[in-house]
């Protein structure tokens, strides 16, 4: 019986919350719409290219084709630097650093809805072939914009939940 009380009590103190799902109504709900309706510029580079394309997979996911009703401006801080030195004087470690600042704005009244950054690292071993470096160097930044990605989208998500 107490199980029962205290499962009732939990379920009451969880309604009183105010948590709200994200992504209700699906594909038709107001942040997939929001989200599909997100037009991303070119991107200057090939970790721009890598990044518009990864931005535009996970926005068109979201609800379908939608007129643009905001823009994504986006900059991007690609960094590759040794860290690690061996013995003799050669480079044993490197980080990739992607940065991006990203501003949302409204394209009707040109108004910035979001100004934010965002970012991810990660380390590369150097190894004795040239090829299996620069391998791990590209497949590094093809995760990082990924990653980058999901946290730009999941931000947006986030300010275009509050929008009307």
């Known amino acids: ?20 799902p994200m992504y209700a109504g699906g594909g038709s709900g107001a942040v997939a719409q929001g989200l599909a309706a997100v037009e991303v510029p070119p991107i200057e580079g090939r970790a721009g290219w890598l990044m518009r394309n990864a931005l535009r997979d996970r926005l068109a996911q979201s609800g379908g084709s939608a007129p643009a009703r905001y823009r994504l401006d986006v900059l991007l801080d690609d960094k590759l630097e040794g860290l690690g030195l061996l013995t003799d004087d050669t480079v044993g470690r490197e ?13 009707a009244s040109g108004e910035i ?7 991810s690292d990660a380390g590369i071993d ?5 090829y299996a470096t620069i391998a791990a160097e590209e497949t590094a930044l ?6 980058v990605a999901d946290r730009i989208v999941s931000r947006l998500a986030l300010t275009l939940r509050g929008q009307p």
């Open 113 to 119: 809805l979001l100004d934010a950054t965002s970012g």
């Open 142 to 147: 093809e995760n990082l914009a990924r990653d």
């Open 95 to 107: 980080r990739r650093t992607l940065r991006a600042r990203y501003q949302l704005v409204d394209l």
């Open 126 to 130: 150097v190894v004795s072939s040239e």
């Open 1 to 20: 019986m107490t199980r029962l009380a205290l499962s009732l009590l939990a379920l009451l103190t969880l309604s009183a919350c105010g948590l709200q």
